[in-house]
């Protein structure tokens, strides 16, 4: 079993940034492929992006890349979703999720993905 809490969501104008994070406990965080999905009102949860296990590969959705960035601290138990040049389309619920992938995943399909979290709302207001 894993753990997830994420953290940082909140309300940012249009054109800013915000870094959520995402704390694990319970089995060795080390041994999961971590990644973020996104749900805004009334609309599937997307995939956002994904860290392999040791960090040294990552996958963004087209939808924000060269805007947001993930990253990961092993030794914390914890993975980042970096976020700039925030749009208002960016606006929904941001999970967390891991995922015992190593190889060969599909990213994007939530089938992949073993453990969530409870979810942070990022508002980015016009």
């Known amino acids: 079993q894993v753990q997830l809490v994420e953290s940082g969501g909140g309300l940012v104008q249009a054109g800013g940034s915000l870094r959520l994070s995402c704390a694990a406990s319970?089995?060795?965080?080390?041994?999961?492929?971590m990644g973020w999905f996104r749900q805004a009102p009334g609309k599937e949860r997307d995939f956002v992006a994904a860290i392999s296990r040791g960090g040294g590969s990552t996958f963004v959705a087209d939808s924000v890349k060269g805007r947001f960035t993930i990253s990961r601290d092993n030794a914390k138990n914890t993975v980042y979703l970096q976020m700039y040049g925030l749009k208002p389309e960016d606006t929904a619920t941001y999970y967390c999720?891991?995922?015992?992938?190593?190889?060969?995943?599909?990213?994007?399909?939530?089938?992949?993905?073993?453990?969530w979290g409870q979810g942070t709302q990022v508002t980015v207001s016009s």
């Open positions: 319970g089995r060795t965080f080390s041994g999961y492929t």
């Open positions: 999720a891991a995922s015992t992938c190593s190889s060969g995943c599909t990213y994007y399909l939530r089938a992949t993905w073993t453990y």
